[in-house]
């Protein structure tokens, strides 16, 4: 059975850091682009980062561009979203996704639909 299974979330501060993980049981991570995604409450989810399992491209949102760093670990079949500077607005529920392919879509990897695989969810929020 393919699951995938975020945490790694958590209340931090403002300026603080976290990084949540998103392990794969069933299948192979490594054959597969990984999505980061988060949806606030009453927005839409919004697609964070994308990492390329074929040469390592990474992608982010202009939002969070400097800020998050995706990364995959294939050993522990296991990607994470270090997650830096964090603001009160990057509150949110944070959920990884698998594409069917081995690359992140280049200008279009932020859309939900092309991933076929999703895990339940981690809680983020920043406050003091």
């Known amino acids: 059975q393919v699951q995938l299974v975020e945490s790694g979330g958590g209340l931090v501060q403002p300026g603080g850091s976290l990084r949540p993980s998103c392990a794969a049981s069933g299948f192979t991570l490594d054959n597969y682009a990984i999505g980061w995604f988060r949806q606030a409450p009453g927005k839409e989810r919004e697609g964070v980062s994308c990492i390329s399992s074929s040469d390592g491209s990474t992608y982010y949102a202009d939002s969070v561009k400097g800020q998050f760093t995706i990364s995959r670990d294939n050993a522990k079949n296991t990607v994470y979203l270090q997650m830096n500077s964090l603001k009160p607005e990057d509150t949110a529920v944070y959920y990884c996704?698998?594409?069917?392919?081995?690359?992140?879509?280049?200008?279009?990897?932020?859309?939900?639909?092309?991933?076929?695989?999703w895990g339940q969810g981690t809680q983020v929020t920043v406050s003091s």
């Open positions: 996704a698998a594409d069917r392919g081995n690359a992140c879509r280049r200008s279009i990897w932020f859309i939900r639909y092309l991933y076929a695989y």
